[in-house]
């Protein structure tokens, strides 16, 4: 009988530590509740992919990085124009030249700059000649606070607190002061730095030469980066929010799809073992066309094939117990009876009864134990190829060595060479013991059981004849049920247990053959013995 033994968790104390009998309960969409891990893994690393995308796009340092070069690159091209032409039209004097603020800052009101850059033009001692925010008219403005009511608390504001703090106003100050003192020695400055209202710019800071003579420092920044930046970003908002709402949509499907689907097949495993139910059924998932409708079908199938095989252990075991019962009832009536009869014939007989029906019980013990240990042994090793010629050879040289005075002789017919199939060389003899020693039981003293090794295309056939009184046409399926003991008349009772014919088709089967019983007939239809016959796998 099968044994539904509940294991408890090795680790009492863990809070997810289910209990033996305690059934798994599914709900609708529950996420983080401990029911669900599969659902948690799920989200969880959806959304951790998606946080490492977000981040790796909000930050762009490689994009920031590459449109700081290329602002840079432009500013050095337009400076270099600018520069020459202040050096043509802007400086004057031989042998000593200087620069003309009034003519550079006509040069700049000309150029037309874009409104996110500035340049200004220092003398060689660092005085401002020109500046194009100056020459524009332009004036930098923010917008007020929101207005009070009267006799309101708040924070005072004055037009001079418009500007940045001080301590970064001095820095800038110092920033560029610095750019203005390489740039005089004759060098280019490329700089990112921070300016007196605080922004991010990017700076680049020119000598200007009339020949090699150093006449002043130009320099141009443009504050557009961060603005740019910024504008990047909030364009990637909606992006970021339709990769959001996929990766939920999907995280919910995946759930819904996978892991409520393998929660209800774990629910329905616990009703099975609770509830001691001999099938699982889940008619929806098994409809599915996909590894879940597999995995739902294969259970059920799984199911099934153990609920079979505990309903032929529970008729095993009934038909063991009345076949059991036989010989031990005519054992005790025969012990009971011996009692009362006096020693001389009758006593003799009676003694010979219950050696019959001790030697009955030991032959259907031996029987029984050998099916019940039938399924383990066929399981247990796997299948090799091998000669059946040479194993019918050996097992019909054991019965001519142990052969008696009057039983029937065992001959074999095989043809040339090897016949090789593939299986396990003890069960498939013990499944032609079987058949011989049924033949050699209904074969007329000194008769002949022949055996015959037949290949066929891809198979191979094992015949097993006799010369017996042959079977009923109506029992040439039912021979083979377990405890068949059904003899012709005048045969010895309780030579048999009844499970040969039935171990061989187990056997036979298990390999993926078939064993079948016919009658042999003569040429006016009259029976003249019996032939099983045994059709395996062949092997190449």
Same mark, same amino acid.
């Given at each position: ?6 294991? *408890?968790? @090795? ?37 951790? &992919? ?42 004057? &004097?031989? @042998?000593? #030249? ?9 040069? =700049? ?8 850059? +500035?340049? +200004? ?16 008219d332009r004036v930098e403005w923010r917008a007020l606070p929101p207005a009070r009511r009267r006799g309101e608390a708040g %924070? ?36 990112? +730095? ?12 020119? %000598? ?9 420092? !130009? ?16 364009? !990637? ?27 209800? !097949?774990?629910?329905?495993?616990? +009703? ?9 059924? =889940?008619?929806?998932? *098994? ?54 009869? #006096? ?67 065992? /001959? ?13 060389? &003890? @069960? !498939?003899g013990q499944v032609f013991r079987n058949l011989i020693d049924n033949a050699r039981s209904f074969s007329p003293r000194d ?7 037949? #290949? ?12 017996? @009184? ?31 014919? /039935? ?6 089967? *298990? ?30």
């Amino acid at each position: 009988m099968a044994s539904a033994t509940a294991t *408890a968790s @090795p680790d009492p104390q863990k809070s997810e530590a289910r209990q033996p009998d305690a059934p798994r309960r599914v709900s609708r969409w529950r996420f983080w509740s401990r029911g669900s891990r599969l659902g948690r893994l799920i989200v969880g690393l959806n959304l951790i &992919g998606l946080a490492v995308l977000i981040s790796g796009a909000l930050v762009l340092n490689e994009i920031r990085r590459g449109l700081v070069e290329a602002r840079i690159d432009s500013l050095s091209v337009q400076g270099d124009l600018i520069v020459q032409l202040m050096a043509e039209a802007a400086t004057q &004097g031989e @042998p000593v #030249p200087f620069l003309q603020a009034d003519r550079a800052a006509q040069l =700049l009101q000309l150029l037309h700059l874009s409104p996110s850059q +500035r340049v +200004r033009l220092y003398d060689t001692q660092g005085r401002l000649l020109a500046d194009s925010y100056v020459v524009d008219d332009r004036v930098e403005w923010r917008a007020l606070p929101p207005a009070r009511r009267r006799g309101e608390a708040g %924070p005072s504001f004055r037009l001079q607190d418009a500007d940045a703090d001080p301590k970064v106003i001095d820095k800038a100050r110092r920033a560029l002061a610095e750019e203005w003192r390489e740039a005089m020695l004759g060098e280019r400055v490329r700089n990112t +730095r921070i300016a007196e209202n605080g922004a991010t710019v990017v700076s680049v800071s020119i %000598p200007v030469q009339r020949v090699k003579a150093v006449l002043g420092v !130009l320099t141009l920044e443009a504050s557009d980066v961060d603005e740019i930046i910024a504008a990047e970003r909030l364009a !990637l908002i909606p992006f970021a929010l339709i990769a959001i709402a996929v990766t939920l949509l999907s995280s919910v499907l995946l759930y819904a799809l996978v892991a409520r689907p393998m929660l209800r !097949l774990a629910e329905a495993a616990d +009703r099975v073992r609770l509830n001691r139910a001999r099938a699982i059924s =889940l008619p929806d998932l *098994a409809r599915r066309q996909d590894e879940i409708g597999d995995l739902s079908r294969s259970l059920e199938e799984m199911t099934d094939t153990l609920s079979s095989r505990m309903d032929a252990i529970e008729r095993f075991a009934a038909d063991v117990a009345h076949e059991i019962r036989n010989p031990l009832t005519s054992i005790r009536s025969a012990v009971e009876t011996l009692e009362i009869v #006096p020693d001389g014939a009758g006593r003799e007989k009676l003694l010979d009864i219950l050696k019959q029906d001790v030697g009955r019980l030991d032959r259907l013990i031996g029987d029984i134990s050998n099916a019940s240990r039938l399924d383990a042994e066929l399981s247990r090793e796997s299948f090799r190829r091998f000669d059946v010629t040479r194993l019918l050879t050996d097992i019909l040289s054991i019965y001519d060595a142990a052969r008696k005075s009057g039983e029937a002789r065992v /001959s074999l017919t095989a043809p040339e060479g090897e016949t090789v199939i593939a299986g396990q060389e &003890g @069960p !498939l003899g013990q499944v032609f013991r079987n058949l011989i020693d049924n033949a050699r039981s209904f074969s007329p003293r000194d008769g002949e059981v022949r055996v015959s090794v037949i #290949p066929e295309k891809g198979r191979v056939r094992i015949e097993v004849e006799d010369d017996g @009184p042959g079977i009923p046409p109506d029992n040439l399926e039912t021979v083979f049920e377990r405890f068949y003991t059904a003899r012709p008349k005048g045969a010895a009772f309780g030579g048999n247990s009844g499970l040969g014919l /039935s171990i061989a088709r187990q056997i036979t089967i *298990a390999h993926g053959g078939t064993v079948q019983a016919h009658n042999r007939t003569d040429d006016e239809g009259r029976v003249i013995g019996a032939r099983f016959d045994v059709n395996l796998p062949g092997s190449r």
